[in-house]
Protein backbone atom coordinates (compact mmCIF):
# COMPACT_ATOMS: atom_id res chain seq x y z
CA UNK A 1 0.00 0.00 0.00
CA UNK A 2 1.18 3.21 -1.11
CA UNK A 3 1.59 6.41 1.19
CA UNK A 4 -1.80 8.20 -0.62
CA UNK A 5 -3.36 4.87 0.54
CA UNK A 6 -2.50 5.26 3.80
CA UNK A 7 -3.40 8.70 4.09
CA UNK A 8 -6.64 8.50 2.76
CA UNK A 9 -7.53 5.61 4.94
CA UNK A 10 -6.50 7.58 8.09
CA UNK A 11 -8.27 10.48 6.92
CA UNK A 12 -11.57 8.15 6.93
CA UNK A 13 -10.50 6.19 10.43
CA UNK A 14 -10.13 10.05 11.52
CA UNK A 15 -13.49 10.73 10.30
CA UNK A 16 -15.21 8.48 11.74
CA UNK A 17 -13.68 8.94 15.06
CA UNK A 18 -14.75 12.83 15.11
CA UNK A 19 -18.52 11.70 14.39
CA UNK A 20 -18.53 9.25 16.88
CA UNK A 21 -17.22 12.49 19.20
CA UNK A 22 -20.42 14.72 18.93
CA UNK A 23 -22.44 12.07 20.34
CA UNK A 24 -22.91 12.34 24.25
CA UNK A 25 -21.03 9.79 25.97
CA UNK A 26 -19.38 9.75 29.24
CA UNK A 27 -15.88 11.27 29.93
CA UNK A 28 -13.94 8.01 29.10
CA UNK A 29 -15.54 6.77 26.26
CA UNK A 30 -14.43 10.56 25.23
CA UNK A 31 -10.90 10.20 26.56
CA UNK A 32 -10.67 6.79 24.08
CA UNK A 33 -12.03 8.87 21.49
CA UNK A 34 -9.51 11.41 21.67
CA UNK A 35 -6.22 8.93 22.45
CA UNK A 36 -7.46 6.94 19.11
CA UNK A 37 -7.72 10.56 17.27
CA UNK A 38 -4.26 11.33 18.54
CA UNK A 39 -3.23 7.71 17.65
CA UNK A 40 -4.18 8.54 14.08
CA UNK A 41 -2.61 12.10 13.80
CA UNK A 42 0.52 10.63 14.86
CA UNK A 43 0.14 7.84 12.05
CA UNK A 44 -0.62 10.52 9.46
CA UNK A 45 2.56 12.67 10.92
CA UNK A 46 4.79 9.90 10.04
CA UNK A 47 3.68 10.05 6.09
CA UNK A 48 3.33 14.30 5.96
CA UNK A 49 3.17 17.45 7.66
CA UNK A 50 5.11 16.03 10.53
CA UNK A 51 4.65 18.94 12.69
CA UNK A 52 1.59 19.92 11.96
CA UNK A 53 0.08 16.53 12.75
CA UNK A 54 1.95 15.93 15.83
CA UNK A 55 0.48 18.88 17.20
CA UNK A 56 -2.66 17.82 16.17
CA UNK A 57 -2.22 14.44 18.27
CA UNK A 58 -0.95 16.25 21.23
CA UNK A 59 -3.90 18.35 21.32
CA UNK A 60 -5.91 15.41 21.40
CA UNK A 61 -3.85 13.44 23.78
CA UNK A 62 -4.07 16.30 26.39
CA UNK A 63 -8.17 15.97 26.30
CA UNK A 64 -7.82 12.77 26.98
CA UNK A 65 -5.85 13.15 30.08
CA UNK A 66 -8.35 15.10 31.68
CA UNK A 67 -10.21 11.80 31.75
CA UNK A 68 -7.82 9.68 32.49
CA UNK A 69 -6.64 10.38 35.80
CA UNK A 70 -3.21 9.29 37.64
CA UNK A 71 -5.24 7.36 40.37
CA UNK A 72 -8.74 6.32 38.22
CA UNK A 73 -7.20 5.37 35.10
CA UNK A 74 -2.94 4.54 35.73
CA UNK A 75 -3.04 2.33 32.91
CA UNK A 76 -4.55 4.70 29.86
CA UNK A 77 -2.69 7.93 31.29
CA UNK A 78 0.05 6.05 31.09
CA UNK A 79 -0.28 5.28 27.57
CA UNK A 80 -1.18 8.41 26.50
CA UNK A 81 1.84 9.97 28.41
CA UNK A 82 4.05 7.72 26.68
CA UNK A 83 2.74 8.75 23.51
CA UNK A 84 3.12 12.43 24.30
CA UNK A 85 6.51 11.96 24.86
CA UNK A 86 6.93 10.39 21.25
CA UNK A 87 5.51 13.19 19.45
CA UNK A 88 7.64 15.94 21.12
CA UNK A 89 10.40 14.57 20.84
CA UNK A 90 9.85 13.87 17.30
CA UNK A 91 8.56 18.06 16.94
CA UNK A 92 11.79 18.25 19.01
CA UNK A 93 13.74 17.18 15.54
CA UNK A 94 12.10 20.07 13.65
CA UNK A 95 11.56 23.08 15.88
CA UNK A 96 12.35 24.20 19.27
CA UNK A 97 14.52 21.54 20.23
CA UNK A 98 15.15 22.52 23.75
CA UNK A 99 11.41 23.19 24.81
CA UNK A 100 10.25 20.00 22.70
CA UNK A 101 12.48 18.02 24.15
CA UNK A 102 12.22 19.18 28.14
CA UNK A 103 8.41 18.43 27.21
CA UNK A 104 9.07 14.71 25.86
CA UNK A 105 11.34 14.08 29.16
CA UNK A 106 8.76 14.90 31.38
CA UNK A 107 5.96 13.08 29.59
CA UNK A 108 8.15 10.00 29.77
CA UNK A 109 9.27 9.99 33.23
CA UNK A 110 5.45 10.35 34.44
CA UNK A 111 4.82 7.53 32.28
CA UNK A 112 7.63 5.42 34.05
CA UNK A 113 5.06 5.71 37.23
CA UNK A 114 3.87 2.91 35.80
CA UNK A 115 5.47 1.17 33.58
CA UNK A 116 7.96 -0.25 36.35
CA UNK A 117 10.37 -2.63 34.97
CA UNK A 118 9.40 -5.21 37.01
CA UNK A 119 5.94 -5.58 35.24
CA UNK A 120 6.57 -3.45 32.19
CA UNK A 121 10.10 -4.86 30.92
CA UNK A 122 9.69 -3.70 27.29
CA UNK A 123 7.62 -0.44 27.63
CA UNK A 124 10.46 0.43 30.62
CA UNK A 125 12.98 -0.21 28.16
CA UNK A 126 11.42 1.93 25.21
CA UNK A 127 10.36 4.71 27.50
CA UNK A 128 14.35 4.51 29.16
CA UNK A 129 15.79 4.27 25.04
CA UNK A 130 13.62 7.48 23.99
CA UNK A 131 14.43 9.31 27.65
CA UNK A 132 17.78 8.56 26.46
CA UNK A 133 17.21 10.91 23.43
CA UNK A 134 15.53 13.63 24.91
CA UNK A 135 18.55 14.24 27.42
CA UNK A 136 20.86 14.09 24.84
CA UNK A 137 19.66 16.29 22.74
CA UNK A 138 18.59 18.46 25.52
CA UNK A 139 22.35 18.91 26.66
CA UNK A 140 23.02 20.35 22.85
CA UNK A 141 21.05 23.60 24.07
CA UNK A 142 21.11 23.71 28.19
CA UNK A 143 23.03 22.06 31.58
CA UNK A 144 25.17 19.75 29.43
CA UNK A 145 26.73 17.96 31.99
CA UNK A 146 23.76 17.26 34.05
CA UNK A 147 21.39 16.22 30.68
CA UNK A 148 24.38 14.11 29.79
CA UNK A 149 24.20 12.25 32.82
CA UNK A 150 20.65 12.04 32.51
CA UNK A 151 20.95 10.15 29.19
CA UNK A 152 23.24 7.77 30.38
CA UNK A 153 21.88 6.52 32.81
CA UNK A 154 18.55 5.94 31.01
CA UNK A 155 20.20 4.45 28.23
CA UNK A 156 22.02 2.39 31.08
CA UNK A 157 18.35 1.44 32.19
CA UNK A 158 17.27 0.51 29.20
CA UNK A 159 20.30 -2.26 28.63
CA UNK A 160 19.21 -3.68 31.78
CA UNK A 161 16.31 -5.54 28.95
CA UNK A 162 17.76 -4.67 25.82
CA UNK A 163 20.32 -7.16 25.52
CA UNK A 164 22.33 -7.76 22.18
CA UNK A 165 21.02 -11.25 22.12
CA UNK A 166 17.13 -10.46 22.74
CA UNK A 167 16.99 -7.25 21.08
CA UNK A 168 20.05 -7.02 19.13
CA UNK A 169 18.37 -3.59 16.99
CA UNK A 170 17.32 -2.25 19.96
CA UNK A 171 20.72 -2.85 21.87
CA UNK A 172 22.55 -1.20 18.98
CA UNK A 173 20.37 2.01 18.56
CA UNK A 174 20.62 3.08 22.36
CA UNK A 175 24.24 2.02 22.36
CA UNK A 176 24.67 4.52 19.48
CA UNK A 177 22.86 7.53 21.53
CA UNK A 178 24.82 6.21 24.83
CA UNK A 179 28.31 6.79 22.66
CA UNK A 180 27.04 10.29 21.49
CA UNK A 181 26.18 11.58 25.29
CA UNK A 182 29.60 10.24 26.51
CA UNK A 183 30.99 12.43 23.86
CA UNK A 184 29.10 15.19 24.54
CA UNK A 185 29.90 14.81 27.76
CA UNK A 186 33.83 14.45 27.10
CA UNK A 187 33.76 18.20 25.34
CA UNK A 188 33.38 19.50 29.01
CA UNK A 189 34.31 16.83 31.77
CA UNK A 190 37.02 13.86 31.97
CA UNK A 191 37.77 13.85 28.50
CA UNK A 192 40.08 10.36 28.81
CA UNK A 193 37.01 8.67 30.36
CA UNK A 194 34.18 9.78 28.17
CA UNK A 195 35.70 9.32 25.31
CA UNK A 196 36.87 5.44 25.87
CA UNK A 197 32.96 5.05 26.86
CA UNK A 198 32.00 6.60 24.26
CA UNK A 199 34.48 4.45 21.49
CA UNK A 200 33.13 1.24 23.15
CA UNK A 201 29.60 1.82 23.05
CA UNK A 202 30.07 2.88 19.42
CA UNK A 203 31.97 -0.60 18.85
CA UNK A 204 29.32 -2.58 20.20
CA UNK A 205 26.94 -1.59 17.58
CA UNK A 206 29.17 -2.62 14.60
CA UNK A 207 28.51 -6.51 15.81
CA UNK A 208 24.70 -5.54 14.59
CA UNK A 209 25.38 -2.48 12.06
CA UNK A 210 27.59 -4.46 9.63
CA UNK A 211 28.87 -2.77 6.45
CA UNK A 212 27.37 -5.75 4.23
CA UNK A 213 23.71 -5.94 6.35
CA UNK A 214 23.36 -2.18 7.50
CA UNK A 215 25.54 0.33 5.04
CA UNK A 216 23.73 3.43 6.02
CA UNK A 217 24.05 2.67 10.26
CA UNK A 218 27.37 1.63 9.81
CA UNK A 219 28.86 5.05 7.54
CA UNK A 220 26.77 6.94 10.94
CA UNK A 221 28.44 4.82 13.47
CA UNK A 222 31.94 5.39 11.86
CA UNK A 223 31.13 8.47 11.61
CA UNK A 224 30.68 8.88 15.43
CA UNK A 225 33.73 7.04 15.98
CA UNK A 226 35.74 9.27 14.04
CA UNK A 227 34.43 12.15 15.97
CA UNK A 228 35.45 10.38 18.97
CA UNK A 229 38.71 9.04 18.27
CA UNK A 230 39.66 12.99 17.26
CA UNK A 231 38.27 13.84 21.03
CA UNK A 232 40.48 11.14 22.19
CA UNK A 233 43.44 12.27 20.73
CA UNK A 234 43.48 15.37 22.62
CA UNK A 235 43.78 13.53 25.66
CA UNK A 236 46.41 11.14 25.09
CA UNK A 237 48.10 9.25 22.10
CA UNK A 238 47.23 12.01 19.64
CA UNK A 239 49.23 10.44 16.32
CA UNK A 240 47.44 7.16 16.97
CA UNK A 241 43.96 8.50 17.74
CA UNK A 242 43.88 11.18 14.67
CA UNK A 243 44.47 7.83 12.51
CA UNK A 244 41.91 5.93 13.79
CA UNK A 245 39.43 8.86 13.46
CA UNK A 246 40.92 9.24 9.79
CA UNK A 247 40.59 5.12 9.35
CA UNK A 248 37.11 5.77 10.76
CA UNK A 249 36.24 8.43 8.43
CA UNK A 250 37.49 6.13 5.27
CA UNK A 251 35.03 3.68 6.23
CA UNK A 252 32.28 5.78 6.67
CA UNK A 253 32.89 7.49 3.16
CA UNK A 254 33.03 4.06 1.52
CA UNK A 255 29.18 4.21 1.71
CA UNK A 256 28.65 8.42 2.41
CA UNK A 257 29.58 9.31 -1.50
CA UNK A 258 29.04 12.80 -2.38
CA UNK A 259 26.93 11.40 -5.73
CA UNK A 260 24.59 8.77 -3.03
CA UNK A 261 24.62 10.84 0.23
CA UNK A 262 25.93 14.47 -0.05
CA UNK A 263 24.62 15.79 3.07
CA UNK A 264 26.20 13.01 5.28
CA UNK A 265 29.41 12.96 2.98
CA UNK A 266 29.56 16.70 3.97
CA UNK A 267 29.97 15.55 7.79
CA UNK A 268 32.52 13.03 7.24
CA UNK A 269 34.43 15.28 5.46
CA UNK A 270 34.44 17.65 7.99
CA UNK A 271 35.23 15.23 10.49
CA UNK A 272 37.83 13.88 8.55
CA UNK A 273 39.54 17.60 8.52
CA UNK A 274 39.19 17.81 11.74
CA UNK A 275 41.17 14.56 12.31
CA UNK A 276 43.92 15.44 10.14
CA UNK A 277 44.26 19.46 11.24
CA UNK A 278 44.54 17.41 15.21
CA UNK A 279 47.06 15.32 13.66
CA UNK A 280 49.29 18.20 12.53
CA UNK A 281 49.73 18.84 15.97
CA UNK A 282 51.62 15.77 16.82
CA UNK A 283 53.49 14.94 13.63
CA UNK A 284 55.73 17.97 11.89
CA UNK A 285 54.75 18.79 7.93
CA UNK A 286 52.19 21.03 6.22
CA UNK A 287 50.95 17.67 4.58
CA UNK A 288 48.25 17.17 7.12
CA UNK A 289 46.98 20.52 7.11
CA UNK A 290 46.92 20.37 3.78
CA UNK A 291 45.14 17.05 3.69
CA UNK A 292 42.69 19.05 6.54
CA UNK A 293 42.17 22.12 4.13
CA UNK A 294 40.96 19.43 1.07
CA UNK A 295 38.46 17.84 3.36
CA UNK A 296 37.03 21.10 4.40
CA UNK A 297 36.50 22.06 0.39
CA UNK A 298 34.88 18.94 -0.29
CA UNK A 299 32.28 19.65 2.11
CA UNK A 300 31.99 23.88 1.38
CA UNK A 301 31.34 21.42 -2.42
CA UNK A 302 27.89 20.25 -0.79
CA UNK A 303 27.42 22.85 2.07
CA UNK A 304 26.21 26.07 0.77
CA UNK A 305 25.07 29.13 2.25
CA UNK A 306 21.98 29.06 0.91
CA UNK A 307 21.28 25.61 2.07
CA UNK A 308 23.00 24.71 5.10
CA UNK A 309 23.72 27.80 6.59
CA UNK A 310 25.19 26.72 10.05
CA UNK A 311 27.41 23.66 8.59
CA UNK A 312 28.54 26.47 5.96
CA UNK A 313 29.89 28.19 8.72
CA UNK A 314 30.95 25.67 11.35
CA UNK A 315 33.20 24.44 8.14
CA UNK A 316 34.73 27.98 6.76
CA UNK A 317 35.49 28.51 10.71
CA UNK A 318 37.39 24.81 10.73
CA UNK A 319 38.91 25.92 7.35
CA UNK A 320 39.97 29.33 8.75
CA UNK A 321 41.84 27.20 11.55
CA UNK A 322 43.69 24.84 9.24
CA UNK A 323 44.91 27.91 7.38
CA UNK A 324 46.35 29.56 10.63
CA UNK A 325 48.43 26.47 11.53
CA UNK A 326 50.24 26.56 7.69
CA UNK A 327 50.83 30.07 8.79
CA UNK A 328 52.90 29.37 11.32
CA UNK A 329 55.52 27.96 9.30
CA UNK A 330 54.40 28.24 5.55
CA UNK A 331 53.60 31.25 3.20
CA UNK A 332 52.55 33.15 6.49
CA UNK A 333 51.18 36.23 4.19
CA UNK A 334 49.03 33.93 1.80
CA UNK A 335 47.53 31.77 4.48
CA UNK A 336 46.46 34.71 6.29
CA UNK A 337 44.79 36.35 4.03
CA UNK A 338 43.13 33.10 3.17
CA UNK A 339 42.05 32.35 7.10
CA UNK A 340 40.67 36.04 7.04
CA UNK A 341 38.52 35.36 3.84
CA UNK A 342 36.93 32.22 5.34
CA UNK A 343 36.62 34.29 8.79
CA UNK A 344 34.57 36.25 7.17
CA UNK A 345 32.45 33.90 5.10
CA UNK A 346 31.45 32.53 8.98
CA UNK A 347 30.38 35.69 10.07
CA UNK A 348 27.76 36.29 7.46
CA UNK A 349 26.14 33.21 9.67
CA UNK A 350 27.80 33.27 12.90
CA UNK A 351 26.40 36.77 14.29
CA UNK A 352 26.31 38.08 17.61
CA UNK A 353 22.95 37.57 18.44
CA UNK A 354 21.94 34.58 17.14
CA UNK A 355 25.87 32.64 17.96
CA UNK A 356 27.34 34.15 20.35
CA UNK A 357 30.25 31.84 21.09
CA UNK A 358 30.93 31.07 17.78
CA UNK A 359 31.08 34.51 16.49
CA UNK A 360 33.73 35.39 19.62
CA UNK A 361 35.67 31.81 18.16
CA UNK A 362 36.14 33.63 14.99
CA UNK A 363 36.77 36.96 16.33
CA UNK A 364 39.82 35.25 17.89
CA UNK A 365 40.75 33.55 14.68
CA UNK A 366 40.71 37.12 13.05
CA UNK A 367 42.75 38.56 15.92
CA UNK A 368 45.16 35.45 15.26
CA UNK A 369 45.22 35.93 11.76
CA UNK A 370 45.86 40.12 11.98
CA UNK A 371 48.56 39.62 14.90
CA UNK A 372 50.37 37.27 12.54
CA UNK A 373 50.23 39.33 9.52
CA UNK A 374 51.15 42.71 11.71
CA UNK A 375 54.50 41.09 11.76
CA UNK A 376 55.12 41.08 8.58
CA UNK A 377 52.75 44.00 6.28
CA UNK A 378 51.26 46.75 7.26
CA UNK A 379 51.90 46.58 11.17
CA UNK A 380 49.33 49.64 12.07
CA UNK A 381 46.43 48.47 9.88
CA UNK A 382 46.36 44.77 11.09
CA UNK A 383 46.91 45.95 14.56
CA UNK A 384 43.88 48.08 14.59
CA UNK A 385 42.18 45.11 13.01
CA UNK A 386 43.64 42.84 15.42
CA UNK A 387 41.99 45.23 18.75
CA UNK A 388 39.02 45.56 16.69
CA UNK A 389 38.76 41.47 16.81
CA UNK A 390 39.49 41.70 20.42
CA UNK A 391 36.45 44.11 21.39
CA UNK A 392 34.20 42.21 19.55
CA UNK A 393 34.83 39.02 21.44
CA UNK A 394 34.65 41.42 24.69
CA UNK A 395 31.20 41.79 23.57
CA UNK A 396 30.70 37.88 24.46
CA UNK A 397 33.23 37.24 26.89
CA UNK A 398 32.53 39.41 29.62
CA UNK A 399 33.76 39.74 33.56
CA UNK A 400 31.21 37.07 33.89
CA UNK A 401 33.33 34.63 31.73
CA UNK A 402 36.35 35.11 33.68
CA UNK A 403 38.91 33.15 31.64
CA UNK A 404 37.74 34.15 28.30
CA UNK A 405 37.62 37.96 29.89
CA UNK A 406 41.00 37.32 31.30
CA UNK A 407 42.16 35.84 27.80
CA UNK A 408 41.06 38.54 25.49
CA UNK A 409 42.48 41.23 27.84
CA UNK A 410 46.00 39.46 27.28
CA UNK A 411 45.81 39.44 23.62
CA UNK A 412 44.49 43.68 24.23
CA UNK A 413 47.75 43.79 26.12
CA UNK A 414 50.26 41.96 22.79
CA UNK A 415 48.40 43.80 20.57
CA UNK A 416 48.94 47.49 21.89
CA UNK A 417 52.32 46.44 22.66
CA UNK A 418 52.72 45.65 18.98
CA UNK A 419 50.52 49.28 17.89
CA UNK A 420 53.25 51.32 20.17
CA UNK A 421 56.23 50.09 17.91
CA UNK A 422 54.83 51.83 14.98
CA UNK A 423 53.39 54.70 16.27
CA UNK A 424 54.56 58.80 14.60
CA UNK A 425 54.31 60.38 17.91
CA UNK A 426 55.52 60.03 21.25
CA UNK A 427 52.27 60.76 22.46
CA UNK A 428 50.32 57.93 20.51
CA UNK A 429 52.53 55.57 21.77
CA UNK A 430 51.85 56.49 25.13
CA UNK A 431 48.91 55.94 24.69
CA UNK A 432 48.93 52.22 23.49
CA UNK A 433 51.49 51.68 26.13
CA UNK A 434 48.82 52.46 29.35
CA UNK A 435 46.11 51.01 27.19
CA UNK A 436 48.29 47.26 27.13
CA UNK A 437 49.32 48.03 31.09
CA UNK A 438 45.12 48.77 31.79
CA UNK A 439 44.53 45.49 29.73
CA UNK A 440 47.18 43.26 31.89
CA UNK A 441 45.93 45.13 35.05
CA UNK A 442 42.10 43.57 33.96
CA UNK A 443 44.15 39.98 33.40
CA UNK A 444 45.42 39.97 36.74
CA UNK A 445 42.46 40.17 38.33
CA UNK A 446 41.71 36.92 37.32
CA UNK A 447 45.54 35.52 36.83
CA UNK A 448 46.58 34.90 40.31
CA UNK A 449 50.01 33.42 41.14
CA UNK A 450 48.83 30.53 42.90
CA UNK A 451 45.67 29.66 40.81
CA UNK A 452 46.99 30.97 37.30
CA UNK A 453 51.25 30.78 37.56
CA UNK A 454 51.46 30.40 34.05
CA UNK A 455 49.40 32.99 32.70
CA UNK A 456 50.56 35.51 35.45
CA UNK A 457 53.84 35.03 34.20
CA UNK A 458 52.76 36.26 31.07
CA UNK A 459 50.91 38.79 32.02
CA UNK A 460 53.97 39.98 33.99
CA UNK A 461 56.26 39.17 30.98
CA UNK A 462 53.49 41.62 28.90
CA UNK A 463 53.85 44.53 31.16
CA UNK A 464 57.19 44.49 31.32
CA UNK A 465 56.80 44.99 27.55
CA UNK A 466 54.36 48.06 27.99
CA UNK A 467 56.64 49.34 30.57
CA UNK A 468 60.25 48.94 28.63
CA UNK A 469 57.70 50.63 25.59
CA UNK A 470 56.84 53.26 27.45
CA UNK A 471 59.87 54.81 29.31
CA UNK A 472 61.36 55.42 26.24
CA UNK A 473 58.97 58.32 26.05
CA UNK A 474 58.22 59.23 28.97
CA UNK A 475 59.02 59.01 33.22
CA UNK A 476 62.16 56.63 31.74
CA UNK A 477 63.58 56.09 35.51
CA UNK A 478 59.92 55.26 37.03
CA UNK A 479 58.51 52.96 34.30
CA UNK A 480 62.55 51.52 33.79
CA UNK A 481 61.59 50.31 37.52
CA UNK A 482 58.50 49.22 37.01
CA UNK A 483 59.60 47.11 34.09
CA UNK A 484 61.98 45.73 36.64
CA UNK A 485 59.45 44.43 39.09
CA UNK A 486 57.07 42.72 36.63
CA UNK A 487 59.97 40.89 35.22
CA UNK A 488 61.23 39.97 38.91
CA UNK A 489 57.82 39.12 39.38
CA UNK A 490 57.36 36.42 36.38
CA UNK A 491 61.10 35.35 37.50
CA UNK A 492 59.37 33.47 40.93
CA UNK A 493 57.66 31.31 38.94
CA UNK A 494 59.70 29.94 36.34
CA UNK A 495 62.06 27.26 37.14
CA UNK A 496 65.82 28.30 37.26
CA UNK A 497 67.74 27.06 34.34
CA UNK A 498 64.44 26.77 32.27
CA UNK A 499 64.41 28.76 29.05
CA UNK A 500 61.69 31.12 30.15
CA UNK A 501 63.72 32.01 33.05
CA UNK A 502 66.51 32.49 31.20
CA UNK A 503 64.36 34.94 28.92
CA UNK A 504 63.01 36.64 32.04
CA UNK A 505 66.68 37.49 33.01
CA UNK A 506 67.54 38.74 29.48
CA UNK A 507 64.67 40.97 30.10
CA UNK A 508 66.31 42.28 33.13
CA UNK A 509 69.37 43.16 31.81
CA UNK A 510 68.14 45.16 28.81
CA UNK A 511 65.83 47.35 31.82
CA UNK A 512 68.76 47.74 33.83
CA UNK A 513 71.17 49.11 30.80
CA UNK A 514 68.05 51.46 30.00
CA UNK A 515 67.52 52.22 33.62
CA UNK A 516 71.93 53.01 34.06
CA UNK A 517 71.35 55.74 31.00
CA UNK A 518 68.93 57.55 33.18
CA UNK A 519 71.29 56.93 36.75
CA UNK A 520 73.40 54.99 38.41
CA UNK A 521 75.25 54.23 34.98
CA UNK A 522 77.81 51.83 37.28
CA UNK A 523 75.52 50.31 39.68
CA UNK A 524 72.80 49.24 36.96
CA UNK A 525 75.49 48.21 34.05
CA UNK A 526 77.10 45.40 36.69
CA UNK A 527 73.19 44.39 37.85
CA UNK A 528 72.75 44.23 33.92
CA UNK A 529 76.06 42.32 33.51
CA UNK A 530 75.17 40.18 36.52
CA UNK A 531 71.73 39.13 34.53
CA UNK A 532 73.19 38.36 31.10
CA UNK A 533 75.97 36.10 32.48
CA UNK A 534 72.95 34.24 34.93
CA UNK A 535 70.88 33.56 31.39
CA UNK A 536 74.20 32.50 29.60
CA UNK A 537 73.99 29.22 32.13
CA UNK A 538 70.97 28.29 30.33
CA UNK A 539 71.74 29.44 26.44
CA UNK A 540 75.04 28.38 26.41
CA UNK A 541 77.27 28.03 22.77
CA UNK A 542 76.57 24.73 22.02
CA UNK A 543 73.12 24.28 22.75
CA UNK A 544 71.60 27.74 20.99
CA UNK A 545 74.03 29.11 19.72
CA UNK A 546 72.13 32.51 18.46
CA UNK A 547 70.20 33.17 21.81
CA UNK A 548 74.48 32.79 23.22
CA UNK A 549 75.42 35.38 20.87
CA UNK A 550 72.69 37.73 21.35
CA UNK A 551 73.03 37.64 25.26
CA UNK A 552 77.51 38.13 24.54
CA UNK A 553 76.43 41.38 22.04
CA UNK A 554 74.56 42.84 25.06
CA UNK A 555 76.97 42.47 27.87
CA UNK A 556 79.68 43.64 24.95
CA UNK A 557 77.64 46.59 24.81
CA UNK A 558 77.14 46.73 28.81
CA UNK A 559 80.95 46.80 29.30
CA UNK A 560 81.42 49.20 26.62
CA UNK A 561 79.02 51.76 28.29
CA UNK A 562 80.03 51.17 31.57
CA UNK A 563 83.90 51.95 30.52
CA UNK A 564 82.78 55.60 30.63
CA UNK A 565 82.96 55.47 34.37
CA UNK A 566 85.49 52.54 35.22
CA UNK A 567 88.05 51.16 34.45
CA UNK A 568 87.52 52.14 30.74
CA UNK A 569 90.50 49.75 29.39
CA UNK A 570 89.77 46.42 31.39
CA UNK A 571 86.11 46.96 30.60
CA UNK A 572 87.05 47.53 26.79
CA UNK A 573 88.99 44.49 26.94
CA UNK A 574 85.93 42.35 28.65
CA UNK A 575 83.59 43.87 25.89
CA UNK A 576 85.86 42.87 22.96
CA UNK A 577 86.32 39.72 24.68
CA UNK A 578 82.55 39.03 24.91
CA UNK A 579 81.72 40.88 21.27
CA UNK A 580 84.29 38.04 19.94
CA UNK A 581 82.47 35.47 20.93
CA UNK A 582 78.79 37.19 20.12
CA UNK A 583 80.71 36.99 16.51
CA UNK A 584 81.74 33.20 16.77
CA UNK A 585 77.92 32.01 17.64
CA UNK A 586 76.53 34.33 14.71
CA UNK A 587 78.64 33.07 12.58
CA UNK A 588 77.93 29.38 13.68
CA UNK A 589 74.31 30.26 13.36
CA UNK A 590 74.50 31.51 10.05
CA UNK A 591 75.79 28.08 8.90
CA UNK A 592 73.40 26.20 11.20
CA UNK A 593 70.53 28.22 9.63
CA UNK A 594 71.48 28.07 5.61
CA UNK A 595 72.05 24.18 6.18
CA UNK A 596 68.16 23.96 7.06
CA UNK A 597 67.35 27.05 4.89
CA UNK A 598 66.29 29.12 7.82
CA UNK A 599 65.36 32.60 6.66
CA UNK A 600 67.09 33.81 9.76
CA UNK A 601 70.32 33.04 8.16
CA UNK A 602 70.57 36.83 7.04
CA UNK A 603 69.97 38.13 10.20
CA UNK A 604 72.77 35.82 11.69
CA UNK A 605 74.88 37.26 9.13
CA UNK A 606 74.51 41.14 9.51
CA UNK A 607 74.47 41.40 13.64
CA UNK A 608 78.11 39.11 12.98
CA UNK A 609 79.48 42.00 11.11
CA UNK A 610 77.57 44.18 13.47
CA UNK A 611 79.83 43.02 15.95
CA UNK A 612 82.99 43.13 14.36
CA UNK A 613 82.33 46.72 13.58
CA UNK A 614 81.58 46.77 17.69
CA UNK A 615 84.91 45.16 18.34
CA UNK A 616 87.04 47.51 15.64
CA UNK A 617 84.96 50.52 17.75
CA UNK A 618 86.46 49.00 21.17
CA UNK A 619 90.13 48.51 19.61
CA UNK A 620 89.93 53.08 18.55
CA UNK A 621 88.38 53.67 22.11
CA UNK A 622 90.93 51.42 23.76
CA UNK A 623 94.18 52.59 21.62
CA UNK A 624 92.65 56.16 22.04
CA UNK A 625 92.84 55.46 25.83
CA UNK A 626 96.00 54.07 25.74
CA UNK A 627 97.49 57.38 23.90
CA UNK A 628 95.93 59.82 26.45
CA UNK A 629 96.92 57.40 29.26
CA UNK A 630 100.48 57.78 27.77
CA UNK A 631 100.23 61.34 27.17
CA UNK A 632 98.79 61.93 31.09
CA UNK A 633 102.12 60.11 32.10
CA UNK A 634 104.37 61.88 29.82
CA UNK A 635 102.71 65.08 31.14
CA UNK A 636 103.56 64.01 35.20
CA UNK A 637 106.92 62.55 33.82
CA UNK A 638 107.90 65.95 32.04
CA UNK A 639 106.49 68.03 35.55
CA UNK A 640 108.56 65.73 37.70
CA UNK A 641 111.78 66.57 35.98
CA UNK A 642 111.11 70.47 35.64
Known amino acids: MNAVNIIEDYNKALGTYQRISALEMDPVQRANIQRKVGDIYSEISRQEDKVKNYKLAIAAYQMALEAFTLENHPAQRARVQKAIGSAYLDIGETEQRAENCRSSAAAFKEALNYYLPESFSTDYSEIQASLGVAYRRLAESEEKVANCFLAIRACTEALKFYTFKDYPAKFADVQINLGMAYTALAEVD ?265 EYAEIQNLLWTAFTSLAEVEDKA ?111 STREFESVRDTRSAEAREKADKCQNAIEACRKILKTSRKAMDASAKKRRDTKEA
Not at 255 to 268: D, G, I, Q
Not at 398 to 417: F, G, N
Request: proline share 2%.
Open 190 to 454: AREENCGNAIRAYVRTLDVYTFDRSPLVYASVQNNLATAYTALSKAKEKATNCWRAIEACDEALRVRTKERLPFAHAATQNNLGNAYLTLAEAESGFENCRRAVDAYNKALEVYSIEKFPVQYALTESNLANAYLVIAESDQKFDNCREAIKACKEALKVYNLEDFPEDYADIQGCLWVAHSSLADSEYRAENCILALDACQERLKVYTVARPEQYASCQKDLAITYSMLANVEDTPEDKAWDCKKAIAACDEAMKFYTPKDRPT
Open 478 to 588: ENCRKAIVACQSSMEIYEKNSHDYADALKNLGYTYVTLAETESLKENCKLAIESYKSALEVYSADIASFEHAEIQRDIGYTYLLLSDVEDKAENCKKSVKAYKKAFKAYSD
